[in-house]
């Protein structure tokens, strides 16, 4: 049987897909963890970068709050539908509090440092201390 250009013909009228193979420059991730973070925004920008790109380099995929975009759902929302998504949340704390949404009495980022820890199975929760 000859081949075809869309794979490879088993019998008449059939026809196999040739298998999907990554190009040998391509890195294959086997395992990757998807990782929130979560800490104070303003403050801790280039924190939340370096810890971004760490994660990328060792072959991680953060989830980040620069990463949610506009879906129309609020920003808390987003946020613990990502937190449920995560292997593991680095939790960035510094010297300030940060924002209390309306309603609320404690800061988001407390708030999603509860949320991890009440997830089912529960992702491993790293805290990085940044030095003012």
Excluded: C
């Amino acid at each position: 049987m000859e081949p075809s250009a869309q794979g490879v013909e088993s019998a008449p009228g059939n026809v196999t897909p040739k298998p999907l193979v990554a190009p040998p420059t391509q890195k294959v991730k086997t395992n990757s963890r998807r990782v929130f973070i979560s800490s104070t925004s303003k403050d801790l920008v280039e924190h939340r970068k370096r810890v971004y790109a760490d994660l990328k380099r060792g072959d991680d995929e953060p989830i980040g709050m620069e990463d949610f975009g506009a879906s129309g759902e609020d920003a808390m929302t987003v946020s613990y539908e990502e937190l449920a998504t995560a292997d593991a949340v680095v939790l960035i704390v510094a010297w300030r509090y940060g924002f209390i949404p309306e309603g609320e009495t404690r800061s988001i980022t407390e708030l999603e440092y509860e949320a991890a820890l009440n997830l089912t199975p529960r992702p491993k929760v790293y805290i990085y201390l940044a030095d003012p």
